[in-house]
């Protein structure tokens, strides 16, 4: 009902070589992971501005979009490939340390120091104008007024940074690799079996604990050192199954082999000595 899209003129899609769209969506939990590269509205194909922003820099003579991935051409004649997950590009960060050092100025010491340039009195040089020479500048807001802050893995950040990390990735080619459906289900199927197993068939305490314990850091690990490639292995599905397999195996273990001692135990009071009870109970 409120989908209109209404242009200031007929033409403005023709005149308009950096017309683009902001859109975010966020995914379901209001974390942003990834972002969209196109946007279609009638028979508009629209670019983000991080994608818009790449072929200011790079120049893109086509775009081919296919199952996983999106193909750039660019007029240099070099295609890059990017990955997309249900049409949209995972979102790479940088450490905090990068994330808090992006170069931020502010549009009134951009106009005072523009002023200064003009030769305006009373104003004064803000910024180095070669600061902005051979860079893509992305103009946005981050004042807590305009309600453009998105959730990222280190907080609430100005919407303007994921266009500039997504930039970025782009530009440097820094993209995130989700690895197959496959490779998950695999590992599943392989670790939690085993955990069972182990907590089932292992007498002693200490192994029912440690081996189970050993797989649950090693897949950990696992996915910490593939996301050093960037690939990344969900841990969702791990964190949650595993876990819940290995108390409930103890768990069950824990009820039934409580039931046999007592009834052992109530069985063998009444024959001999319950000290002697209690110590055979504790060898078994």
Partial sequence: KYNILQYPIDDITLRA?????????????G????????????????????????????????????????????????????????????????????????????VAQVIESYQFLAGVPNTTLKIDPSSFTG?????????????????????????????????????EKHFLHLSPGWVEVV??????????????FFQQMALRVFLPTTIFIGYTLLALIVFKFDIHLPLAAFMTTYPLAFLGALGYLSFTEGAERRKYSKVLSNMVDPSIVSEALNDL
Avoid: W
């Avoid at 590269?37 to 994608?51: M, R």
């Fill in 31 to 106: 974390v942003a992971r990834r972002i969209s590269l196109l946007f279609q509205y009638d028979t508009i194909l629209l670019p983000s501005l991080s994608l818009k922003g790449f072929d200011a820099v790079k120049k893109i003579q086509s775009l081919k979009g296919r199952t996983n991935d999106l193909e750039i051409k660019l007029q240099d004649g070099s295609v890059n490939y990017v990955p997309l997950e249900n049409g949209k590009m995972r979102l790479h960060y940088y450490s905090r340390s990068e994330m808090e050092n992006i170069p931020r100025y502010s």
């Fill in 135 to 171: 860079k893509a500048i992305i103009i946005g807001t981050s004042a807590a007024a305009t309600h453009d802050d998105k959730v990222t893995p280190y907080g609430n950040r100005p919407g303007f940074l994921l266009h500039a990390v997504a930039m970025s990735n782009l530009l």
């Fill in 187 to 200: 590992l599943l199927i392989l670790t939690i079996p085993t955990c069972v197993f182990f907590s089932f």
């Fill in 17 to 29: 070589n950096h017309l683009h769209s902001v859109t975010y969506d966020p995914d379901a939990d």
